[in-house]
């Protein structure tokens, strides 16, 4: 069994680690030389290959950007797959990838979206159980072949991991809340303080509560900068729903209304509750 996996970051290259032992030979595949070497050496993959390796391999791996994905289905759509080939995307979107992939592929394609990852990017960031007990969400299922549906799932039961299904346009709207707004608030706390304060009161100062607020804003931004460009319109609407809360927040603390904003801050205890 060969797997090919395009794009050697850390979504990738950590699947190559979780995977050594279902395959009997794993390909990396990258634009970037410095990933490819580092790859290697880290023995995420067996070798690098070209675009070449994608014809005979039975999974093909996509983990790289929503554009990139794309871009790489409609070359796939060009090639002779494997019958039973299994193209499996790690896009963090969803409906543009299920709905521009070229018609004489999608039966390979199973889109899906691991919940998993870490503020760390490239290579050096790879770690064997980034998926473990992790959810996988699984889109528009009805529209892959059959022998690929039980492969992909099959193989991410292996990997330990939770499958949920979901609607590819309802996944970006939850993602957008979930998952995007909290990258751009992040962003946005660590942009107020470094234009606020200084070094060193950050250094004195910064404690657990801010450092994990500021967690995601080390993030790489190039590819965030690429995921809200691709949600953009559910990553506004998420980032209207925060300005109203903290707009409730500013009226209350202005008003001196304790009472209602100690309730207002329960409501929120609540989310606890349900993670």
């Known amino acids: 069994m060969k797997c090919s996996i395009i794009g050697l970051g850390l979504m990738g290259g950590s699947f190559g680690l979780s995977v050594r032992d279902f395959f009997d030979e794993i390909i990396g595949i990258d634009h970037n030389e410095i990933h490819k070497k580092e790859a290697l050496t880290l023995g995420l993959v067996d070798k690098i290959g070209t675009f070449d390796d994608v014809s005979d391999s039975d999974y093909i791996i996509l983990a790289i950007p929503v554009r990139g994905i794309i871009a790489v289905l409609k070359e796939i759509s060009k090639i002779k797959l494997k019958k ?32 998993a990852g870490t503020e760390y990017s490239g290579p050096n960031a790879a770690i064997s159980d980034l998926y473990t007990n992790k959810v996988m969400v699984v889109c528009n299922i009805e529209k892959s072949g059959e022998i690929q549906k039980q492969k992909a799932l099959k193989l991410f039961e292996k990997l330990k991991m939770n499958i949920k299904f979901m609607d590819a346009k309802e996944h970006d709207r939850h993602a957008a809340f979930i998952s995007h707004m909290p990258h751009i608030v992040s962003f946005s706390l660590a942009n107020a303080v470094v234009k606020q304060e200084d070094k060193n009161n950050i250094l004195t100062l910064a404690a657990g509560g801010f450092k994990d607020m500021s967690r995601l804003a080390k993030s790489n931004p190039h590819m965030w900068n690429d995921i809200f460009k691709e949600n953009q319109k559910n990553l506004l ?26 309730k207002w801050m329960e409501i929120g205890n609540t989310l606890h509750k349900i993670m």
Request: hydrophobic share 35%; net charge negative.
């Open 84 to 115: 039973d080939a299994v193209i499996i995307d790690f896009g963090s979107t969803k409906e543009t990838i299920v709905n521009e992939c070229p018609k004489n592929i999608r039966k390979h394609l199973v889109a899906s979206h691991p919940m």
């Open 237 to 262: 609407d998420s980032i209207e729903a925060f300005k109203d809360e903290l707009k409730k927040a500013k009226e209350m603390i202005e008003n001196n209304k304790w009472e209602e904003l100690e």
